[in-house]
C-alpha cells in the first residue's frame, strides 16, 4: 500500500464588509497614504464592527464558504482546528463553538495558538493527525479579529492589521501529493518585542491598565522586522535546500502577509519571480492566522495539481517556519 500524504482538498475565505482605508486612517492618527504603501504595501484591511462578533464569526463564515463551494457534509469532519490568537473569550474553545456552529457534530474540535505562525503550525498538526491515518477530513480554520486588541490611537500598529478568515480541507492522497517538508521554529527571547501586556494570566486586566492601553498589542517594529526577514528568508532556502528544489521548481510562494518588504525579501532569497509570489496584503493588512488561508482562496483557480508551494511564516514569540506542499487539485 502507498504512504498515505495529508493533502489540501478545498478551500475557503470570509473577510468582514467594513473597509478601513489608509484615507479613513489619515483622519485617525498622523499618518499618509504614502508612507504606509511605500513601508508596507497596505492599501486597506477589513474590520468586524457588529458587537458581539468575535473570531468565531470569521471562522464559521470562512468554513461555511468552504462547505457551501464543496458540498461536503460537516458531519464527516473529524478535527476542527481554529488557528487563531484572538479567541473569542477565555476557558471557553472557540473551535468548539465554531464546530458546532458549522454543523460538525461529529468533531472534535480545539485552538491552537503561535501568533501569527498558528495556521502554518496548524498545517503540521492537521497533517500529521491525517498522515497517522487516525482520521479522514480534517478542517483547519485560520482565523483573527485583530481589532478587538488595536489601539486605533497608536499609529505603528493600528495601520497594519485587519480581520479576516479562511479555510482548508486536509484529506489522505496516496499520489505523493500534499505536505512533503516542514521546519518550524520558535524563540521565547522575541515575546518582549510584540506583546498584549495585560489581559492574560501574567497579568490580568486592571482599570488602571486598561487606562493607559496596555490591554493593546504592542510592537518593536523595527526590532520584529529585522527578525521576520532573516527567519522567514532562512527557512524557505532551507527547505527548498533540502528538497534538491530550484527557483524553477517552484510554483508558489505563499508567505504570511505582515509587511510587503519582508515577503519581497524572502522572494528574493529564494531567487522567485514575483508573479510566483502570492500577495493581498494590499486588500486586507496582516490578518494574522487567516494570511496563508485567505491568500490559498484568492489563488485557487491559478493553482495546479503537482505545483510546488512554499509556506513561510514569522510571527509573536517568536514563532516561524516553512511548508513545503504539493498542490493536490486542479479547480
Ligand atoms: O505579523 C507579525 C510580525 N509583524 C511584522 O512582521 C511587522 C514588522 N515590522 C514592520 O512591518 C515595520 O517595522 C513597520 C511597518 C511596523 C514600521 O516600519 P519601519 O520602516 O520599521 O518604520 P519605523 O518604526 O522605523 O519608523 C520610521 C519613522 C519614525 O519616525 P522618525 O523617528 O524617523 O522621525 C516613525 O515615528 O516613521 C514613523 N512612523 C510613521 N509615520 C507615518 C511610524 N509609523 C508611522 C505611520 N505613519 N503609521
Same mark, same amino acid.
Given at each position: 500500500m502507498s504512504k498515505i500524504s495529508a493533502a489540501i482538498t478545498a478551500v475557503g475565505g470570509y473577510v468582514p464588509e467594513y473597509v478601513l482605508t489608509n484615507q479613513i486612517l489619515e483622519t485617525m492618527v498622523d499618518t499618509n497614504d504614502e508612507?504606509? @504603501?511605500?513601508?508596507?504595501?497596505?492599501?486597506?484591511?477589513?474590520?468586524?464592527?457588529?458587537?458581539?462578533?468575535? @473570531?468565531?464569526? +470569521?471562522?464559521?463564515?470562512?468554513? *461555511?464558504? +468552504?462547505?457551501?463551494?464543496?458540498?461536503?457534509? %460537516? =458531519?464527516?469532519?473529524?478535527?476542527?482546528?481554529?488557528?487563531?490568537?484572538? %479567541?473569542?473569550?477565555?476557558?471557553?474553545? @472557540?473551535?468548539?463553538?465554531?464546530?458546532?456552529?458549522?454543523?460538525?457534530? *461529529?468533531?472534535?474540535?480545539?485552538? /491552537?495558538?503561535?501568533?501569527?505562525?498558528?495556521? /502554518?503550525?496548524?498545517?503540521?498538526?492537521?497533517?500529521?493527525?491525517?498522515?497517522?491515518?487516525?482520521?479522514? =477530513?480534517?478542517?483547519?480554520?485560520?482565523?483573527?479579529? *485583530?481589532?478587538?486588541?488595536?489601539?486605533?490611537?497608536?499609529?505603528? @500598529?493600528?495601520?497594519?492589521?485587519?480581520?479576516?478568515?479562511?479555510?482548508?480541507?486536509?484529506? %489522505?492522497?496516496?499520489?505523493? +501529493?500534499?505536505?512533503?517538508?516542514?521546519?518550524?521554529?520558535?524563540?521565547?527571547?522575541?515575546?518582549e518585542f510584540l506583546q498584549a501586556t495585560y489581559g492574560g494570566s501574567s497579568y490580568p486586566s486592571t482599570p488602571e491598565a486598561v487606562a493607559e492601553g496596555k490591554h493593546f498589542v504592542f510592537q518593536d517594529g523595527k526590532t520584529v522586522f529585522k527578525n521576520a526577514v532573516f527567519n522567514m528568508a532562512d527557512v524557505a532556502d532551507k527547505i527548498m535546500g533540502r528538497n534538491n528544489l530550484s527557483k524553477d521548481d517552484v510554483a508558489w510562494l505563499v508567505a504570511h502577509q505582515a509587511n510587503k518588504r519582508i515577503i519581497d525579501a524572502t522572494a528574493n532569497r529564494m531567487g522567485l519571480d514575483e508573479k510566483k509570489v502570492m500577495m493581498n496584503i494590499e486588500k486586507y493588512g496582516n490578518t494574522t492566522s487567516a494570511t496563508l488561508p485567505l491568500l490559498l482562496n484568492d489563488y485557487e483557480s491559478q493553482l495546479k495539481k503537482g505545483d510546488n508551494l512554499i509556506f513561510a511564516a514569522f510571527g509573536g514569540g517568536f514563532t516561524w517556519g516553512s511548508i513545503y506542499l504539493k498542490w493536490a487539485y486542479n479547480s
Open positions: 508612507w504606509i @504603501t511605500t513601508r508596507t504595501g497596505i492599501k486597506e484591511r477589513r474590520i468586524l464592527k457588529e458587537d458581539g462578533k468575535g @473570531t468565531s464569526f +470569521l471562522a464559521i463564515n470562512a468554513a *461555511n464558504d +468552504l462547505i457551501n463551494k464543496t458540498g461536503l457534509d %460537516p =458531519k464527516e469532519i473529524d478535527l476542527v482546528i481554529v488557528a487563531t490568537a484572538s %479567541p473569542d473569550m477565555k476557558a471557553a474553545s @472557540t473551535a468548539a463553538y465554531t464546530a458546532t456552529q458549522i454543523g460538525a457534530t *461529529n468533531a472534535f474540535s480545539f485552538d /491552537l495558538e503561535a501568533a501569527c505562525s498558528s495556521f /502554518l503550525f496548524g498545517m503540521s498538526t492537521a497533517s500529521s493527525y491525517i498522515e497517522s491515518g487516525k482520521y479522514k =477530513k480534517i478542517l483547519l480554520i485560520g482565523a483573527d479579529k *485583530n481589532s478587538s486588541f488595536i489601539n486605533y490611537k497608536d499609529r505603528a @500598529t493600528c495601520i497594519i492589521f485587519g480581520d479576516g478568515a479562511g479555510a482548508v480541507l486536509f484529506e %489522505p492522497n496516496e499520489e505523493g +501529493l500534499g505536505l512533503q517538508d516542514e521546519y518550524l521554529r520558535s524563540d521565547g527571547a522575541g515575546r
